[in-house]
């Protein structure tokens, strides 16, 4: 993994975990449903951005490195996976 | 918020935030981003469970009680509201 | 199914089926993967966006009714498989 | 596009439209909101079968290519994009 990218997602983890401790909070003090769903939407969805970043640096990084190196099956096969978890 | 709903919640909770302290382990320890990615697809997958079983004691309780006190309009609007946000 | 829903309802159908008779031309005529991609992407929302609408009609006229006539459990249940079957 | 590729995505095709027609006749027939929305998701996930198929002929044939062929920038955009689609 490339060092800014690393970086990012280490910083984009820490929001996450702040923003779970925050829907603790909620939880525990017993706040309206509704309010807590919206919460936990908030966090899939950062955690899909984080993920953005993550395949991101993984496409300009191994994808093409391992192409360029003759592991073509591999990487695809991993591609493949990944985008149908994606969708799931 | 019924009592064993919010337990099973902060239940559930425990063990996204242990998943998440997990792949933070992960990145510090610089591993292949497609093991990373295949993670933090489960958080999410655990999330939307714990949505799940809020929204079940949701509907199980404040939407049968608001609708039958005469507050179908702000219920059915949450509800709607809801489903967008699970559909994006 | 009131009235205004079933109209709308029908007229988004008809705009989904002429959009995937224009893919299944794209991919008689061997365009580009990607292309083809992001047309049946542009459907899929096309299809939530109809079942936002079927859903509104519902929630505003079986759901009320039925919760008020006394037969919460299955109006409850459905409610609950419909969203676990949004978020797959 | 490769020939069975194509073959393979006209057939998936082909059921969703026939699924689809089924939906118009459900609606036009009045019939239960609920059983329709549980049809109009079964059609959004035939639909992600069928780009699941056009993806994987794209990752084996132009992705190998367009990296070895120079082209690891144009390649590497789309997929990403089309990961970020498939997310929402």
Known sequence: MQNDVRAESLK?????EGHLA???????????????????????RAIEKLEAKLLDGHLGDCVVQGIQG???????????ELYRLANR
């Open 22 to 44: 925050g829907i603790r909070r909620m939880i525990e003090a017993d706040q309206y449903c509704v309010d807590v769903l919206k919460q936990t939407r908030a966090v899939r």
């Open 12 to 16: 984009r983890l820490s929001y996450i």
């Open 70 to 80: 003759g592991r073509e099956a591999q990487i695809i096969g991993e591609l493949s």
